[in-house]
């Protein structure tokens, strides 16, 4: 059964700060990893996707890696801004039925 | 462009009361899903539909009902609430399964007391 493992749960760092977020899964046979960003009240946005046979997505300041062989991904956010607070979550499609199943998120809240 | 677009915001339903959560895409996409979010858990597949006519449990459906007869919607019905269904529902649809990305509805508060 795939697991997704999000550390650390919350996060505060000063504005400008290069942050990175990590996420880590149990099996390593995967069709994509899913970077999403959650506002409170509000779904979940796409921020990344990487497939399998991708080592890293790039999108403005954002920058995610994927290491299946070890069962990471970590997401770099550059120069980080207020705006920027919300909860991370990552998601990893695998298994027959292509699940998606998600980690629980770290909070990230960026002071001014 | 809408999006996903999920109905109502708000609920509040008394134990034993059924109610139906609406969902419905404007991106023709054929992939639909329903998640509920409960604190310090992931999102938990309930339901989902690889297009219209057909659908499939996910992790957790018991208590909810799913059908799908267009692309477009996707709703969830709840039948005889209990507490343990008080969550937030999300619906969120993917062009492909594997390929492309989850997009997300805002979302349905329910409380069941």
């Known amino acids: 059964k795939q697991e997704v493992t999000q550390i650390p749960a919350a996060l505060s760092v000063p504005e400008g700060e290069n942050l990175v977020l990590n996420c880590s899964f149990t099996d390593s046979a995967i069709y994509n990893l899913q970077w999403f960003r959650q506002d409170p009240g509000k779904g979940l946005t796409s921020l990344l996707l990487?497939?399998?046979?991708?080592r890293e997505q790039t999108s403005g300041r954002l920058n995610a890696s994927l290491d299946k062989s070890s069962g990471r991904s970590t997401l770099y956010i550059a120069a980080s801004q207020p705006g920027d607070s919300a909860t991370y979550l990552c998601?990893?499609?695998?298994?027959?039925?292509?699940?998606?199943?998600f980690g629980t998120g770290t909070k990230l809240q960026v002071i001014p | 462009n809408a999006g996903v677009t999920q109905t109502p915001k708000f609920r509040i339903l008394k134990i034993g009361q059924s109610m139906t959560l609406q969902c419905t895409q404007d991106?023709?996409?054929?992939?639909m899903y329903w998640y509920r979010q409960d604190p310090g858990m992931g999102l938990k597949l309930i339901y989902y539909?690889?297009?219209?006519?057909?659908?499939d449990k996910g992790e957790v459906p018991n208590g909810y009902n799913v059908s799908r007869s267009t692309t477009e919607d996707f709703p969830l019905r709840l039948e005889l609430a209990a507490p343990s269904q008080t969550s937030v529902y999300f619906c969120?649809?993917?062009?492909?399964?594997?390929?492309?990305?989850?997009?997300f509805g805002n979302g349905t508060r329910l409380t069941v007391t």
């Open positions: 539909s690889v297009g219209a006519g057909i659908t």
């Open positions: 998601a990893v499609t695998s298994g027959g039925y292509q699940k998606v199943t």
């Open positions: 990487i497939q399998s046979s991708q």
């Open positions: 991106m023709n996409h054929n992939y």
């Open positions: 969120a649809s993917s062009y492909d399964q594997g390929n492309s990305p989850l997009h």
